[in-house]
Every structure is written in structure tokens, then in C-alpha cells.
């Protein structure tokens, strides 16, 4: 029989880690860690700015998924250099110190956010589908060049360049997921979500994916986002790599 697979998830007592906790397969070991506390007896709160604190934390873990640090899009830079930039250092350093075999790093659609700002992509985060043709449209993927739209964004692009440095250097498998729109209702709450959506079953299948991706998978950046008919970024990597193929449409809230 098959060890289970411990994992441990960083910041778990926000929405994404309460989703992952609740709806991840029964399968795997999970543990969380979080500065705020939680109700759920699973996770132990540590602050991760404190290496020493949260260094034990990773004994004996196979996967580490990072939700860690302040996910505003609306924070400061002192915010992002002072919390989240030496989060998610402390984070992938002592994954690397306890041989952590795979972390699946939780970055942000937001280091490529400024492409909305161009045609054709400012039109259908506005609504404009009139305008664009489909069967022409040029997906943003993880091969386009970086353009963040804040210091969140910033930040994010940080821990993908610190993924591929631990990847590079220690052999660390490392999944990056450019995550779209989690929201506590699951349905788009403004325009641009009809495109930006990410549903929380294929949040899960998404995750559950990048975890039993095959050992070869080494360094990759995927885009988090359901199969919305209007949605702006590439599928086509995370599913001839992963298997990925999200089932939900954010068309069928459209009238509601």
C-alpha cells in the first residue's frame, strides 16, 4: 500500500486554504499553518516572517502548497517587501532544509495583470464581446513576458523567479498556479469574473492535479481559471502536462 502523501499548506485559514481543507481528497495527511487562528484543529498557527518558528513545521512533508501572505491587491509596497516577500522565502527555505519533494507555489493572474489594459484583452474584462472574434483570440500564457499591475503583482512574480531558483538549484519540483477569481460565493460578482472565474471544484481538480503530477514535472507556471467562454489565459499547457481540464463555464450565471 501506497504511503499517503503529508502535505502542508501555508496559509490555511484564508479562502483558498478553508476550500483546500474542507474539499481535498480524503487521501492525503494535511496540515496547515497560518498566523491566524483557525477552528480547525488541523492547522497550527506560526508567523512565517519567523523562520525559526515555522522551520519544524516542515519535517517529514512531502508537498508544501504556499497560500501564504497578504492576498490584497490593494497592498502597499511596504506590505509585500516586509510580509510577503520574506513569507514566502522562509517558506521555500525550509521546504528545501526538510527535502520537500514538491511545492505548489500559489502565485496570482496579477503578474500579468497590465494586459488588461490592452486591446483585446480590455475589452472583454469590460464586456465588450462584440468586438472580439474568438477563434482569433491570443490567450496569455506562462511563456508571455511578465507585466504585474501592483505590488501583489510584484511580489508574485518574486516567488515565481524564487520557484525557479529553488527548482534550479535544490530539484524541487515546483508548480506555480497563476490563480484567477476564488470567491466565497463560487459565481462571478462583476464582468471581468466572467472571464477571471476560477470555480472552487476546479480550484480543487487544479490542485489535486499538481499534486500527483508526474515526477519529471520540474519547473511550470500554469494559469488557474475555469473553462469560461470569455476567460483570457492559456488551458493547453496545464492540460498536456497535468491533465487539467476545468468543467466549468461561467456563462451559466450570466442571467442569474
Known amino acids: ?82 510580509n510577503n516577500i520574506p513569507v514566502t522565502c522562509n517558506t521555500f527555505e525550509a521546504a528545501k532544509e526538510h527535502n520537500v519533494k514538491r511545492i505548489i507555489y500559489v502565485s496570482s493572474n496579477h503578474v500579468t495583470g497590465m494586459y488588461e489594459s490592452e486591446a483585446p484583452y480590455s475589452d472583454i474584462i469590460a464586456g465588450n464581446y462584440h468586438q472580439i472574434r474568438l477563434s482569433k483570440l491570443q490567450y496569455i500564457h506562462s511563456g508571455s513576458q511578465i507585466k504585474p499591475d501592483s505590488p501583489y503583482g510584484i511580489g508574485k512574480s518574486f516567488g515565481e523567479s524564487t520557484a525557479k531558483y529553488y527548482s534550479e538549484k535544490f530539484g524541487i519540483s515546483i508548480i506555480c498556479l497563476r490563480i484567477g477569481t476564488v470567491n466565497k460565493l463560487n459565481k462571478p460578482m462583476d464582468i471581468r469574473q466572467f472571464a477571471t472565474l476560477l470555480t472552487h471544484k476546479d480550484l480543487i481538480q487544479l490542485i489535486s492535479k499538481s499534486i500527483e503530477a508526474k515526477s519529471h514535472v520540474k519547473y511550470e507556471i500554469f494559469y488557474g481559471v475555469s473553462n469560461n467562454k470569455w476567460r483570457i489565459w492559456d488551458l493547453t499547457e496545464s492540460n498536456k502536462k497535468i491533465s487539467f481540464q476545468p468543467k466549468d463555464d461561467a456563462e451559466i450565471y450570466r442571467n442569474q
Request: a negative charge; glycine letters at 6%; charged letters at 20%.
Open 1 to 82: 500500500m501506497d504511503k499517503q502523501k503529508q502535505i502542508l499548506i501555508t496559509g490555511s485559514s484564508g479562502l483558498i486554504g478553508q476550500i483546500l481543507l474542507n474539499h481535498l481528497p480524503s487521501e492525503y495527511v494535511i496540515t496547515g499553518l497560518d498566523i491566524t487562528e483557525s477552528s480547525d484543529k488541523r492547522t497550527s498557527v506560526a508567523n512565517l516572517r519567523n523562520f525559526d518558528e515555522i522551520n519544524h513545521h516542515f519535517a517529514n512533508i512531502d508537498i508544501v502548497i504556499d497560500l501564504a501572505g497578504i492576498s490584497n491587491l490593494d497592498a502597499d509596497w511596504n506590505q509585500i517587501c516586509t
